[in-house]
């Protein structure tokens, strides 16, 4: 069995910081993309930062300069530093992760519970 479990977030004011924190365990041969989506009431959740087992990464326009994801690959963990936050910026966070199974060598796409980050102006 694989999971994603994550950490961090929490309530901070506009202009602060959070980091967020997603380990993966179980199971696992390799991790590919790893990924930070976010979801805010009544809204579709949507992709906020991505990171390739190589490095290389991408943000949504919104978060530019603003949030930073990296990851540890020896660890199999993905971190989302966010500064500079703004109330629009709360939403439930979600881990999302491309892994290959040790059991079988299958390429499944895995989530993590979702943890929430609030941001008050």
Known sequence: ?????ESGGGLAQAG?????????SGSIFS???MRWYRQAPGKQRELVAAITRGGSTNYDDSV???FTISRDNA?????LQMNNLKPEDTAVYYCNADIIRRIDFTL???WGQGTQVTVSS
Request: aromatic share 4%.
């Open 108 to 110: 499944r796409d895995y």
């Open 16 to 24: 602060g910081s959070l980091g967020l924190s997603c380990a993966a």
């Open 31 to 33: 991790i590919n993309t």
């Open 64 to 66: 530019k300069g603003r």
């Open 1 to 5: 069995q694989v999971q994603l479990v």
């Open 75 to 79: 660890k199999n963990t993905v971190l």
